[in-house]
């Protein structure tokens, strides 16, 4: 199954043979924003073939129902249909059963408000750490999958920077770009980290940042700029926020404002 986009909504399906029951779940996650309702089904061959259609992020699953039960459901959709399973029964007898076969929680009938929002929310951090690794994993394979650089340059020289002139203590340094590990605003300057020393340029980030190849360096904030290969994981935050953490330990935050343009470049567009 390929992974949404950071920001997307979680694609939820609720599959359970009683109308008031479909009724009550659908209430209850359509007061939460980050839920897409994207269908309801009420036997177990409908379920089946709604996620042949299209996988989903999540799933609430009944286990009694007709034609085919829960379990018989996730076996005959195979792998994949849904990133998240959450079964809901009247049953306690098949609880074991619910998590060898991955659900992440079994919610028994009847529940309140407040137990029904703790497995949502535990439901969508699920969701959300499949998204992060499926991210992580697009990055690692786009850097993989890239071309070594021609050991002769072509004869159409970049329109983009290969190193900063940087003056300090009375001399000027020549800073390949390929070191820089990430770029912060400070007033009228830049800081231009490289691993583990700080350089300073006299120029708005918005200027260096149109110098510099947009594959290779992204804005993850409005003062942070940051090379894409010194990336190792990104580790979701609250409210569509992220931390960008690089590989020698240092936490950038990825504000959701410019999470677009990251889906955009992993996804290679």
């Known amino acids: 199954m390929s992974t949404p986009p950071l920001g997307e909504r979680i694609r939820t399906l609720v599959v359970d043979d009683e109308p008031l029951a479909r009724k009550s779940l659908r209430l209850l996650l359509s007061a939460d924003p980050d839920i897409d309702v994207v269908g309801e089904c009420a036997t177990g061959r409908k379920a089946v073939q709604a996620l042949q259609q299209g996988p989903v992020d999540l799933l609430f699953l009944d286990i009694q129902l007709p034609g085919l039960d829960g379990f018989e459901v996730l076996q005959a959709a195979g792998p994949g249909a849904a990133a998240a399973v959450v079964f809901v029964t009247a049953f306690d007898t098949h609880a074991l059963r619910a998590f060898d076969v991955g659900a992440i929680h079994y919610l028994l009938k009847p529940f309140d408000d407040a137990r029904f929002a703790s497995v949502l929310a535990r439901a969508k951090e699920h969701v959300r750490g499949l998204r992060v690794q499926g991210m992580a994993r697009r990055l690692g394979e786009l850097y993989a999958a890239a071309p070594p650089a021609p050991a002769t340059p072509p004869a159409a020289a970049s329109t983009y920077l290969e190193r900063l002139a940087v003056k300090e203590a009375g001399r000027v340094l020549l800073v390949p ?73 240092r936490r950038l935050k990825l504000s959701r404002s410019y999470r677009e343009r990251l889906d955009q470049v992993l996804s290679g567009r």
């Open 177 to 249: 770009v390929e070191q820089i590990d990430w770029v912060e605003a400070e007033d009228y300057y830049v800081q231009v980290h490289v691993g583990g020393r700080v350089h300073l340029l006299r120029q708005s980030l918005r200027e260096l940042e149109a110098q510099l190849d947009p594959r290779r360096f992204l804005r993850i904030h409005r003062s942070t700029l940051v090379n894409l290969e010194r990336v190792r994981e990104l580790q979701p935050l609250f409210h569509g926020e992220f931390w960008v953490l690089l590989h020698d330990g």
